[in-house]
């Protein structure tokens, strides 16, 4: 854990008294201090790329009252620096009076192990590592053009100091490893993208050449890619497969179930909690605790643990997601959301493991059922405008389906929907929930987060495919 | 205070020099600071207000052809030679790349001349929050307006670029923005939501606050009760607002890296017809007050205005010293991007471009990572409005359209509207032969 106050012409005593003289007035605040440590390591083009280490510190002094919130952040840790600080959230405050909130709950439960996942592997062993997967790879087939590999790992040390001097603390460690892969074949290119990672040590993820498998399912893709035709474009049957597919939650009724824009009412669902907004066999949660993922936090940045949170239960809207803010305006509880990039940005209400849960039908019962249709296996990124309630997701792998059977590959298209109604279009859920490999990073409002999805696969009746082929 | 050249100067030559003595045989290292200052407004009332300093040096360590990188925002001087020792064993150990090196001395920038990039205004948080409030007000003049979400924000960076080539250089610039995000709610509570938005160099450029809430209010009201259409192959307008990201692919798509790896759809296409004859696309650095304006590019490579398309033809692609090395290229100062990037403006009004076609599909919004520069292939979600004769009829939502950018790019005509209003600009832009996927 680091000691954020050695080194620096201000003793730990000093930022508590700022702390509590700031916020005593408030309704809530604290003083947030981040220590990062990142790397990234990259293989392009059979050579190492890049290898860039990052080291950034900082803190964030944030005051809130009524539904004002007051913030300055810098990296230096100085006490002329906080008392600026404090004197300008004062100056944003000087004539709102609140309440400070009582303490946070304190959890003994942790979901990840305190590690360096930067140090724990060495750089020697991480290069040699790249160098074989290039081998590796290219060693697949003559027609590989391109490869690309990296490692990507995070040693992020937060502290929250609270008025009165409460202390809460965590230690997250981040792992990534992602491969990618252009094959051209007579005269067409594409590519093809697999990655794998969590909150755990790289080796974790890596051993009994785990990383092969990374390798062989990026070749994979490319090469159903290669033998891709044109996308229909129109509203069809659209089968999800399990897993990374569920970004479409996360897109389509994630991001309208976080509080702030439904405390704002901008939100599609905010007048809807109670109501039925999906079919009766659509559970889903949002849930920060599940061991070494990649969106699991044991507590959040304003300190709330984290929890397994019901948004839906059998296809009625049960609860928001909130931060400390939201929830207090909307008198309900932090349900341990309140999430931010880093000390250079505010809190806001955010996903951490978005998962719609088992239904009772098999994939096979489901393409069967259908006549005309696509299966979509993955997808690259997806975005939502959360007050009309449209949203996309981009195919990076599909197929046809006809008459029941999986037919030729599709290229990537883009599908639309309207997140208010789609779960209302979702007529079959299956068996076989499965959590995303750990490559999920989400962005609102300028701020990047780590993230998880799952699901099973899931049958829909009518979505709009956005191809070529009329 | 932002801090001064002077104190970064300092820094730079600090780092650059212990990266010598130990033991690199070069060091590039820039340093920066940026402080900025943000109000937000939540109907008619204070929701935040946001200080922001940072403060970074990042620096790049060879040793003959290896290299290795590090970054720090803790520049305490003990953090820092912990740091520059880390890189330079890391750089020690990391494979070499022939193409590794400093960019070529005689191509180094030399001459600068003042673009004016630097307002030292400042403008209080209350006077912010004064000209917010005008903003709101102005969009809450029309009854549909249920929200309004506005935002006021003032930044001051300066940096200086430093390396053991002897280069040492930066500058202060400023950056003043004001947006208004409003949504409109229907008879039957269905909401849409849009925006308007000033961003410029100089304080006194930005646009006036009513302006600001009376566009954002109009553009929101025109897209309630917004209609599916059918899938069909149809001709499609870009708003100048996504016009431009047209540009984005294309510069993205020409950048040296994705030629020198083989990734692009335009590898392989300098003097080759790439779009219609009439278009022409520059790249233009130095713009008195321009948003993407720069003395000289991220590795300090002087900057001269290119022309990338000559009557539809490909001129040249956006070269730094790397790839351009790679591909037996000399860097064009293009090391961190394009400047200020624009197409020529076209011929014809943005009245006659609406009545071209009898139905045309004008767009004003895209969402999603669509374009794939490998293929070319593009498939986006998309907002907008159906015009017929020139007359815009009804709103359009929940629709796709999708095209090949090989086709787009022959299929471009530019309307004579183009502004300055982002770092990459375009005109009022029509695409023939798009497919809309909706119903």
């Known amino acids: ?58 803190y964030g002094l944030r005051a809130v009252t009524g539904e004002v919130v007051a913030y300055s952040h810098s990296n230096e840790i100085s006490k002329s620096s906080l008392k600026q600080s404090a004197d300008n959230l004062q100056s944003t405050l000087k004539s709102k009076k609140g309440t400070y909130n009582n303490k946070i709950s304190k959890t003994n439960e942790k979901f990840y192990n305190d590690i360096n996942p930067i140090e724990e592997k060495s750089l020697n062993s991480k290069l040699e590592l790249l160098k074989e997967v290039n081998n590796y790879t290219r060693a697949k087939s003559g027609i590989v053009q391109q490869v690309t590999a990296s490692f990507t790992g995070e040693h992020k040390s937060v502290e929250i100091i609270r008025s009165g001097g409460e202390v809460l603390t965590d230690v997250r460690p981040l792992t990534r490893f992602n491969v990618s892969v252009m094959l051209e074949k007579n005269g067409k290119k594409e590519t ?60 389509a009724i994630g991001h309208g179930l976080e509080g702030d824009f439904n405390r704002k009412k901008t939100s599609a669902f905010h007048d809807l909690m109670g109501q039925r907004v999906a079919s009766e066999g659509v559970t889903i949660v949002d849930d920060g605790t599940l061991h070494n993922k990649r969106g699991s936090l044991t507590i959040d ?38 999430r931010r990039e880093s000390y250079k940005h505010v809190v806001l209400p955010r996903m951490r493991n978005t998962m719609m849960l088992n239904g009772k039908y098999s994939q096979e019962e489901m393409i069967k059922s259908v006549d005309k249709g696509i299966f979509a296996v993955s997808f690259g990124g997806g975005q939502v405008d ?40 979702v007529s079959l859920v299956g068996n076989n929930m499965m959590l995303d490999p750990g490559i999920g990073t989400c962005g609102k409002a300028g701020q990047g987060v780590p993230v998880g999805v799952a699901q099973p696969s899931i049958l829909i009746d009518k979505m709009t495919v956005g191809g070529t082929q009329l | 205070m932002v801090k001064d050249q002077d104190y970064l100067k300092k820094t730079a030559s600090f780092c650059v020099d212990l990266g010598k003595k130990l033991g690199a045989t070069d060091v590039t290292a820039v340093v920066m600071n940026s402080i900025s200052e943000t109000v937000n407004f939540r109907n008619k009332k204070l929701d935040e207000s946001d200080r922001s300093d940072s403060l970074a040096v990042s620096l790049e360590t060879y ?46 920038a030399t001459k600068i001349i003042d673009l004016n990039l630097y307002d030292d205004d400042h403008i209080s948080n209350e006077e912010k929050i004064e000209y917010l409030k005008e ?49 409109a709610k229907n008879a039957n509570n269905k909401m849409e939501r849009d925006y308007e938005f000033t961003s410029t160099c100089h304080l006194h450029d930005m646009l006036k606050p009513d302006q600001i809430g009376v566009i954002a209010a109009k553009k929101t009201i025109q897209k309630l009760n917004p209609r599916k259409i059918e899938s069909e192959k149809i001709s499609v307008i870009f708003d100048r607002r996504i016009s431009k990201g047209i540009l984005s692919v294309f510069a993205s798509a020409i950048s040296a890296s994705s030629i020198a790896r083989g990734t692009s759809f335009l590898k392989d296409k300098i003097n080759e017809d790439v779009f219609s004859s009439s278009i022409n696309i520059f790249d233009k650095p130095n713009i008195i007050k321009g948003l993407g304006s720069r003395y000289f590019d991220s590795e300090g490579v002087k900057m001269e205005e290119l022309k990338l398309v000559e009557q539809g ?32 403006k076209g011929s014809i009004s943005y009245k006659d471009l609406l009545k071209l076609n009898t139905r045309t599909l004008y767009i004003t919004e895209t969402i999603g990572h669509g374009s794939n520069l490998v293929t070319g292939d593009y498939s986006v979600g998309a907002t907008g409005f159906m015009v017929e004769n020139g007359i815009f009829k009804h709103p359009v939502s929940e629709i796709t359209i999708a095209g090949n950018f090989k086709d787009i790019f022959k299929n471009i005509t530019l309307a004579d509207d183009l502004e300055f209003k982002y770092s990459t600009n375009a005109p009022t832009m029509l695409i023939e032969g798009m497919v809309v996927a909706g119903k």
Not at chain 1, 226 to 239: F, N, T, W
Request: hydrophobic share 30%.
């Open chain 2, 63 to 108: 040793i003959g052809k290896k290299k290795s990188s590090i970054t720090s925002s803790n520049l305490n001087e003990d953090n820092i030679k912990t740091l520059i020792e880390r890189c330079i064993e890391t750089t020690k150990i990391t494979p070499e790349d022939e193409f590794n090196s400093l960019p070529d001395k005689d191509l180094l």
């Open chain 1, 192 to 251: 093809g993208v697999y990655g794998i990672g969590g909150r755990q040590s790289y080796d974790e993820y890596l051993k009994e050449d785990n990383w092969k498998k990374v390798c062989d399912e990026a070749f994979r893709i490319a090469s159903v890619n290669l033998d891709s035709k044109p996308a229909p474009a129109g509203e069809m049957k659209v089968v999800l497969g399990p897993g990374w597919p569920a970004i479409l939650i996360h897109e």
């Open chain 2, 313 to 344: 033809v490909l001129k040249q692609y956006l070269v730094d010293t790397y790839n351009g090395k790679k591909l037996n290229l000399k860097s064009n100062g293009r090391s961190g991007g394009t400047t200020n990037l624009y197409f020529e």
């Open chain 1, 301 to 338: 940045d304003e300190g709330t643990p984290t929890e397994k949170t019901v948004l839906i239960e059998n296809g009625i809207l049960k609860n928001f997601m909130q931060d400390r803010l939201n929830a207090r305006l909307m008198n309900t509880r932090s349900t341990g959301s309140g």
């Open chain 1, 386 to 425: 959360i007050t009309s309630g449209k949203f996309v997701f981009n195919c990076t792998e599909a197929y046809e389906i006809i008459n029941g059977k999986i037919g030729s590959p599709i290229k990537g298209a883009t599908l639309i929907g309207d997140g208010p109604s789609i779960l209302k279009e």
């Open chain 1, 1 to 58: 854990m680091t000691d954020f106050f050695t080194k620096t012409d201000i003793s730990r005593k000093d930022a508590e008294n700022i702390v509590s003289d700031t916020l005593n007035k408030c309704d809530d605040g604290e003083l947030y201090l981040e220590n990062s440590k990142s790397e990234s390591i990259l293989l392009d083009d059979s050579k190492i790329k890049s290898s860039n280490y990052s080291s950034d510190l900082g």
């Open chain 2, 135 to 183: 903003v709101e007000e102005a969009a809450f003049e029309k009854k549909e307006i249920i929200n309004t979400e506005t935002s006021f924000s003032e930044s001051k960076s300066n940096f200086i670029l430093a390396s053991s080539d002897g280069f040492l250089n930066g500058h202060k610039s400023s950056s003043f923005s004001a947006s208004c995000v409003t949504v």
